[in-house]
């Protein structure tokens, strides 16, 4: 029989076990709650650095933009390994599209997914057109009479993947006035002209034999050469701007200077088109692991931080979502270490701004977007090149309109060229439809002796730079913008130095909504006299020998233009203000500048002024248009950008 002290040891032991359960229990308890408030799966709460101490969403600089510029800067920056670069692009490939590569193909990509089928506000000054611009395209001859259209391309390589491919640059006087509006010698041809060659890959051809081959680069990723077809036309037209008193330039893109007349050499090489993104994104450069390029995906904001210690704010990354959603999907962001750059045209680069912040504060407050910057110059300073189309009837029957077939003959004759293209790369669908260019100034006494010179504005860089170029197409245009039944051609004379500027204004703060382009065409007495100037040169040539041998000057269609040479001035700029087009090189509106420059938004080395860690790198930067084509100007310019940027990383 136990006993009291047997009990008493029981009970306590009973109670202890019973206090220990519970502490075990109460131990099971905690340590779930513990489980539930500490966490040992970091991704839960941070991202994993890489062996450099990189996020996956963080990288030294982020390029929004894969075009013109986009492309280059994304290349030569990941030449470093040390420097990992996120290149995001609202666009594709343009490598596998026909209607990209072929060079007689480009018209085809207009009104396309590949287009952004931009619009500009009625023009009061030009017939209250509402001109179309699309994105990366030449000739506004292609589209219906309402509507004409500006190179907007939504494809990597941008507007080098959809527009004419014409390697021209410029006078070398443009440069100049370029260093001394920005206050930087860097920026002067003498200077300058290293990014050109750069990037330039030339290639000779026997039918140029004056070149001097010692004045181009020829190790560049950008292939120039010359097509591997030659409209017939071409040198009559060439021996006829001679003949009228120009001079024969066997290259426009040297030292020497771009007056005279010639073929106008393309990014061309082995019977394609040579964009930059087939140029610079090769597949080895694809594979780099410092390089992420993210496609179909439009950048929506630049993301600041606005709370810095000096007050100034800073890029620190983008918020992008898929472009085929339209804002309604996913959003994301990625973050720069070091540098945003903006890459995205004249039209969209200031749109972007504005939208994140940076811009007239005036403006954004209207449209209720938090101003991170005050910048009035942001949109405004629009210059473009703006031409007039010439159709005249031709005798020899040698035009290319049946490269738009109506008829069983035409289609023969397509299926012809079709065949010699797939078999040996030659043929008219090598070519661009630019039988040659003649670049010339308005004041010429030998070219117009019946105008008093004085009367017209000097607007060029200098006395070596031209205001006018009028270019040769081996098509006859109708004014539906059909390509013509009978046979014809066109000339198009182009004002190179206009005096007119435009705006590029919101809409609305939604950055999936087109933004308001108004570029002001022919808003200045001084644009519309060298345009008709422009197109009595035109007329001119065509009644010059030996052009005159092709063009058929009994023809009275009305629907042609045989008739210009019986007009008045006045009578002739009611035709040019009725049918102004555009030539697809807005630049300016983010224009470099001095600092104490009213409008300037970036300084020399295309930084953003009053923001750190963002620049911009497209045609926007331009203070004025050169006195020639834009796309080798960007190219550059991007060449450039880059040394900086490395030289700086170092």
């Known amino acids: 029989m136990p006993t009291f002290k047997t009990l008493e040891w029981f009970r306590v032991n009973c109670s202890l076990a019973s206090t220990l359960a519970c502490i075990a229990t109460l131990t099971v308890i905690f340590r779930r709650q513990k489980r539930q408030q500490l966490i040992t799966d970091y991704s839960q709460v941070a991202r994993e650095l890489d062996h450099q101490g990189h996020e996956f969403d963080e990288y030294d600089y982020i390029v929004v933009g894969g075009g013109t510029a986009g492309c280059v800067l994304a290349c030569r920056l990941t030449e470093d390994p040390c420097i990992r670069v996120l290149l995001v692009e609202a666009g594709s490939s343009g490598k596998a599209l026909a209607a990209s590569r072929i060079p007689s193909a480009w018209k085809y990509l207009f009104r396309t997914t590949h287009d952004y089928k931009l619009s500009t506000l009625p023009q009061p000054h030009a017939g209250d057109q509402k001109i179309y611009w699309p994105r990366g395209g030449y000739f506004g001859c292609f589209h219906s009479q309402q509507y004409s259209n500006i190179t907007r391309a939504r494809l ?155 007050g100034i704010p800073r890029a620190t990354g983008v918020e992008f979502s898929s472009f085929a959603e339209k804002g309604a999907g996913k959003r994301f962001r990625a973050r720069a270490r070091k540098e945003v750059i903006v890459c995205c045209g004249a039209v969209h680069t200031p749109q972007l701004l504005m939208v994140s912040g940076i811009g007239p504060g005036t403006h954004l407050t209207e449209h209720n977007i938090p101003v991170v910057v005050d910048h009035p110059g942001v949109g405004s300073n629009l210059y473009d090149h703006v031409t007039c189309h010439m159709r005249l009837a031709e005798k020899m029957g040698i035009s290319l309109g049946y490269l738009q077939p109506r008829d069983l003959h035409a289609k023969f004759k397509l299926w012809r060229d079709l065949l010699e293209y797939q078999l040996w790369g030659t043929g008219p669908l090598c070519s661009n439809f630019v039988g040659g260019a003649a670049f010339c100034r308005s004041d010429d006494p030998v070219l117009f002796p019946e105008y008093d010179h004085d009367k017209v504005e000097d607007s060029t860089s200098g006395p070596s730079s031209p205001d006018l170029e009028l270019m040769v197409m081996s098509v006859l245009v109708h004014a539906d913008r059909s390509l013509g039944i009978g046979n014809g051609y066109m000339l198009l004379p182009a004002l190179l130095r206009p005096t007119s500027v435009g705006t590029i204004r919101l809409k609305s703060a939604d950055p999936w909504e087109d933004p308001l382009i108004d570029p002001n065409y022919l808003s200045t007495q001084h644009d519309v006299d060298v345009l008709v100037r422009g197109v009595r040169l035109g007329y001119k040539i065509a009644h010059t020998p030996p052009f005159s041998d092709l063009t058929d000057s009994a023809n009275d269609d009305p629907n042609l233009d045989h008739h210009f040479g019986r007009l008045s001035d006045d009578e002739l700029r009611q035709i040019v203000r009725s049918r102004a087009d555009t030539l697809f090189h807005p ?52 060449e450039k950008l880059a040394d900086i940027i490395k030289a700086e990383y170092k």
């Open 156 to 310: 990597l390589g941008g507007c080098s993947s959809m527009n004419a491919m014409m390697a021209h640059y410029g006078a070398p006087s443009d440069f100049d006035e370029f260093a001394e509006i920005v206050g930087d010698n860097s920026w002067c041809w003498e200077n300058f002209k290293q990014h050109f060659l750069k990037f330039e890959n030339y290639l000779p051809s026997s039918r140029f034999p004056n070149l001097d081959v010692s004045q181009r680069g020829t190790s560049g990723p950008m292939s120039i050469g010359y097509y591997a077809y030659t409209w017939k036309g071409s040198e009559m037209f060439i021996n006829a701007c001679v003949n009228a008193g120009m001079s024969f330039n066997p290259d426009f893109n040297t030292s020497n200077g771009t007056f005279g007349v010639n073929e106008v050499s393309p990014f061309y090489s082995l019977f394609l088109r040579v964009s930059t993104e087939a140029a610079y994104l090769t597949p080895t450069v694809l594979a780099r692991p410092n390089l992420k390029v993210v496609t179909e995906a439009r950048v929506t904001k630049v993301l600041f931080d606005t709370s810095t210690r000096n």
């Open 587 to 638: 630049v300016g509106t983010c224009a470099m500048g001095r600092e104490d420059t009213a409008g300037s938004v970036l300084d020399s080395q295309m930084r953003v002024r009053r923001v750190s860690g963002l620049r911009v790198c497209d045609a926007s930067i331009l203070p004025k248009l050169v006195s020639g084509h834009t796309t080798g100007v960007v190219i550059a310019a991007a």
